[in-house]
């Protein structure tokens, strides 16, 4: 019985928000399609995961496990799933499209000779073949497609849009253990180390919510106030700087937002101390809400900002930092 | 005592001989010049024989005159004494031979004697004096002063004694032959006569006089022969590349970028290995004298990033050197060098800011900029290789046509509630105000163009913008080395030029002045351009502004090195802040020696990671000159500056572009 697939990834021993809303998605698909819900898992000694995949949807779990596939190799990946696919034929098969995703879904495809709709912000089906819809003209334009040629279907989902759906924790996958065919010598990758950059916060392009330093922190101590008020958000929270504050020494390049910077896009954006110039902006200026505070009533920014507060950040951040905290406790 | 002296003198009949001996190094000569001509042209073809009558003239004023090396003192009189000397010298040396070998063996006439003889004797005397000088000059320059933008290398010291030597052996000859014969009129010889005269102090008598005459006239006679051949081995090469580099220059004006010719057919992209660069490429790592003044004035070099434009040249020299002798005698480099990335590295390419400040100041007029952006080209196009910040810049202007991600939708949205006209609703317009992508979005630049808006009004001008239709004018994206996205800029805003017919541009930004002006033309759109500054300088002399001499504070004027250097408008800003009543306040580095803000050349979308900003640099040397003000005329040097003011934390002292200045100055 062919199915529908979807890869889980997982992070440091827990599996990533990704694979929670491919699951939601695949469900959907299945309610239309009837074909059963597997999901991939590819580690080593995680059975633990393997559990918690049913109760989020999975029928059936393929968990490839060899010491090689402890972290993510493209080279080892895409070889193992290569296999499975080729022996058990499913007619769908979806990722997210993260950057291992995007990595891997690539190769997988062409391994297997068949299409790949990148970058997805919604699947369907349509009398059994994927509908998909993805941004093009860098998003000015929506298309919708289907790939009726190619099998299996694949396509990758991009991350956050899709809710995920309650758990049944009456539900119970079976788990099914593969020992992959890969042999450590021929293997041209290993993964040796993994070095972690300065910032202990998750990756700013994934944050859902980005506290913002300025000029105006003034020194490198004081995104400590930042940090507490990152911390009172919760998880999601990512802390960025504006190019001022990272070339005055205060913070780490790797966080810096901006047209030379990264390109951000949260559901909130706090801005504390930045003016707001074009070269800011132009990284940030999609956010979906932005607040801004800065004693400089006539700060560019204030002219992008959905809320405004003219005021000192050092007495304005640690008030803001307790009412958050408050809210949060009142649940 | 007739006035006049025997040429071989002591010496014998050694005619035919010393022909025979002066052949060799000659020969030597000829073989050495024939190999480096065959290195250019291992270069490709560029066609630089046009314009003869003004090739000529450049030559004597940058080649003779030399009115480039005269910018410095110090190095420029030194290298006057030496050239003069030299010069003089062998001119000295050809009349004896035409006298010897033509005048007296075929006509048997004799113009070596008398007034002629004395003054002949005076001036290469004198001139000889000069050069060892000058070398004096430069070798108390190489050991004492030692300046930076010196190599000061062994082979540099040897040049300067062979010819010191040289030129000293010629007067010890002199000095033994006139205490050996003393005539009175050799007085005139006055340097050989002081040294008859020290000689004199040893008493010796004529037979030795004779012998140590014979023996330093055969010393020097191989030293000054031997020095022939040395010339093309040494940096005396320069005595003949330098001046072929000058005639051979280009006329276009500093920082000019042609466009790739048909762009769609080409199979590869700028230059990844020696033999793309043109032979004039070549000839120029040739020219180059390692005088250091490219590096002295280089914002790169000056603020510790690895760009010199010296070490560019004389990498490439080396280069040529190594793989171009391979090339000529059909062998491959084995291991091939990469040019980019090995000879020179990519971090020297992205450094450079395109100022121009080298080309500006090099004596011979050697072209690195082009150079630069060739290899910028090659990385771009046919590599994909750039500082990675600078995909979202392209990117931006393919979908938006502006650097920053903003909707081209609300390109116009700076003029809301100002006076201002569309092209697109209005027939009647004389002139287009090209606004420019910083002046139409960027918060602190829209004051540029509002202020400009009411300048014009105030003159009554006939002008209008072409709102959403204006693209980004493709200067930075061609500096950058992304032809393919400047030339589809390019051909979008010709397309709508030729819509409108518009035939008159005024340009708040330099960056758009000169590329309408000097580049648009090559893909096929002439128009007359004037900037606002010019513009404001004709209004305000035509009267045409009612301006209240109200701005009394101290200013100093920051050259934009696109509109100075690149344009030569050095003194028209500078007149209009006079007439607004500035007190101006020049800064070291001003002028052709202007030092960049640091955002040319696509700098501005890059990181700036390697040594100190440029920016910070700069507005320093702002501050130096007390004023309270800096102006300028371009929206990114505004940036740059207002940057480099908030990061050095300097209190009292603010930017503002030319036309805000004017604008408050005016009665309203």
Not at chain 2, 305 to 317: A, Q, Y
Request: glycine fraction near 8%; aromatic fraction near 10%.
């Amino acid at each position: 019985m062919p199915g529908t697939w979807i890869l889980a990834e997982h992070k440091e021993g827990k599996l990533k928000k990704i694979t929670y809303e491919l699951l939601s998605l695949g469900k959907k698909l299945k309610s239309k399609s009837g074909e059963e819900l597997c999901a991939l898992l590819l580690g080593s000694g995680i059975e633990n995961l393997a559990d918690q995949l049913g109760p989020y949807g999975a029928d059936k779990v393929y968990y490839l496990e060899d010491e090689v596939l402890k972290n993510y190799i493209n080279e080892s990946y895409s070889k193992a799933i290569v296999d499975l696919v080729k022996s058990q034929d499913p007619t769908v098969f979806l990722g997210g499209a993260t950057a291992s995703g995007k990595d891997l879904f690539s190769r997988v495809a062409v391994r297997l000779g068949t299409g790949l709709a990148t970058d997805c912000t919604n699947i369907d089906l349509d009398n059994n073949l994927l509908k998909i819809t993805r941004p093009i003209y860098a998003g000015k334009v929506l298309m919708e497609a289907t790939i009726p040629q190619a099998k299996p279907q694949m396509a990758t989902l991009r991350p956050n849009l899709v809710e995920i759906l309650p758990v049944d924790n009456s539900k119970k996958a079976e788990v099914i253990k593969v020992k992959p065919e890969l042999k450590k010598d021929d293997l041209k990758s290993f993964l040796k180390e993994i070095l972690k950059g300065e910032s202990k916060k998750i990756d700013l392009t994934e944050a859902k919510i980005i506290v913002s330093g300025g000029r105006a922190m003034k020194d490198k101590d004081n995104f400590k106030i930042l940090e507490e008020l990152a911390d009172a958000f919760g998880e999601g929270t990512a802390i960025g700087a504006s190019r001022a504050a990272v070339d005055s020494g205060f913070a780490p390049h790797d966080i810096q937002v901006g047209q030379t910077g990264k390109v951000v896009n949260p559901t909130l954006y706090i801005a504390c101390g930045i003016s707001g110039s074009i070269q800011h902006l132009a990284g940030m200026a999609t956010s979906k809400y932005i607040v801004a505070i800065n004693k400089d009533p006539e700060a560019p920014i204030f002219q992008k900002a959905d809320y405004g507060i003219v005021g000192d950040l050092f007495q304005v951040v640690p008030i803001l930092t307790q009412e958050v905290k408050k809210l949060k406790s009142e649940g | 005592m007739e006035i006049t002296r025997e040429i071989f003198w002591n010496i014998g009949n050694v005619r035919i001989l010393i022909y025979l001996l002066g052949l060799v190094p000659i020969i030597v000569l000829v073989f050495g010049l024939w190999k480096r001509i065959k290195l250019w042209r291992l270069g490709k073809k560029d066609n630089r024989s046009d314009h003869v009558w003004h090739r000529i003239k450049s030559t004597l004023s940058y080649g003779i005159i030399q009115i480039r090396t005269l910018e410095k003192a110090y190095p420029g009189l030194m290298h006057l004494l030496i050239f003069w000397g030299f010069a003089i010298l062998f001119l000295g040396t050809l009349i004896i031979a035409f006298q010897e070998d033509v005048t007296l063996l075929f006509f048997n006439y004799n113009f070596f004697h008398g007034g002629f003889y004395l003054s002949y004797s005076f001036i290469l005397d004198l001139f000889g004096l000069l050069a060892i000088i000058g070398i004096l000059f430069a070798l108390f320059r190489r050991f004492f002063l030692r300046p930076e933008s010196l190599d000061n290398k062994s082979e540099d010291f040897f040049a300067l004694y062979w010819f010191l030597v040289v030129l000293v052996t010629g007067y010890i000859v002199e000095g033994f032959r006139i205490a050996a014969t003393r005539p009175d009129f050799e007085k005139w010889s006055f340097a050989g006569w002081q040294i008859a005269s020290w000689i004199d102090v040893f008493k010796l008598d004529l037979n030795t006089l004779k012998i140590f005459h014979r023996l330093s006239w055969w010393a020097h006679a191989f030293l000054s022969l031997g020095f022939i051949g040395y010339l093309a081995y040494s940096k005396f090469l320069h005595v003949f590349s330098s001046p072929l580099s000058i005639y051979f220059r280009n006329f276009d004006p500093i920082g000019m970028i042609k466009p790739i010719p048909d762009l769609e057919n080409q199979e590869t992209f700028g230059v990844s290995k020696l033999e793309e660069f043109t032979w004039k490429d070549l000839l120029d790592t040739d020219a180059c004298t390692k005088c250091g003044r490219c590096q002295d004035n280089c914002p790169a070099w000056q603020s510790s990033k690895p760009l010199s434009p010296k070490k560019v040249i004389l990498d490439m020299k080396a280069h040529l050197n190594e793989k171009g002798s391979l090339l000529l005698q059909k062998k491959e480099m084995n291991p091939e060098k990469n040019l980019i990335g090995q000879v020179i590295l990519e971090d020297e390419l992205w450094a450079c800011t395109t100022c121009g400040a080298c080309m500006r100041v090099c004596p011979v007029l050697i072209e690195h900029i082009p150079k630069i952006i060739e290899m910028r080209r090659n990385l771009v196009l046919m590599e994909s290789k750039f500082p990675s910040e600078v995909s979202l810049f392209f990117k931006n202007l393919e979908n938006n046509y502006n650097p920053w991600a903003i909707g081209f939708a609300i390109r116009a949205d700076w003029a809301k509630g100002l006076n201002v006209r569309l092209f697109s609703e209005n027939k009647d317009i004389e002139y287009l105000y090209f606004v420019g992508c910083a002046s139409s979005f960027d918060e602190r630049a829209k004051k540029i163009s509002r202020a400009l808006v009411n300048i014009l009004n105030q003159a009554g001008i006939n002008f209008g913008i072409l709102g959403t239709e204006e693209f980004c004018c493709g200067d930075h994206a061609r500096r950058i080395g992304n032809e393919y996205l400047a030339q589809i800029l390019i051909q979008q805003n010709i397309e709508t030029f030729k819509k409108y017919n518009i035939k008159k541009m005024i340009v708040s930004c330099p960056h758009g002045y000169n590329i309408f002006k000097n580049e648009y033309p090559l893909s096929g759109y002439k128009l007359e351009v004037v900037h606002h500054s010019e513009l404001i300088f004709d209004l305000i002399s035509k009267g045409k502004l009612n301006i209240a001499k109200n701005h009394d504070s101290p200013v100093t004027y920051h050259d934009s090195c696109v509109l100075g250097r690149y344009n030569g408008i050095y003194e028209t800003p500078r007149s209009v802040l006079k007439d607004i009543g500035s007190n101006l306040k020049e800064m070291e580095r001003s002028r052709y020696k202007g030092f960049c803000c640091g955002a040319g050349g696509g700098r501005m979308w890059m990181e700036e990671k390697l040594g100190q900003r440029i920016n910070q640099i700069r507005v320093e040397q702002a501050q130096k000159t007390g004023a309270g003000i800096i102006a300028t005329a371009c929206p990114y040097c505004l940036t740059m500056l207002s940057d480099g003011i908030k990061e050095r934390e300097i209190k009292d002292l603010q930017a503002y572009d030319l036309a805000e200045l004017v604008e408050q100055s005016l009665n309203k």
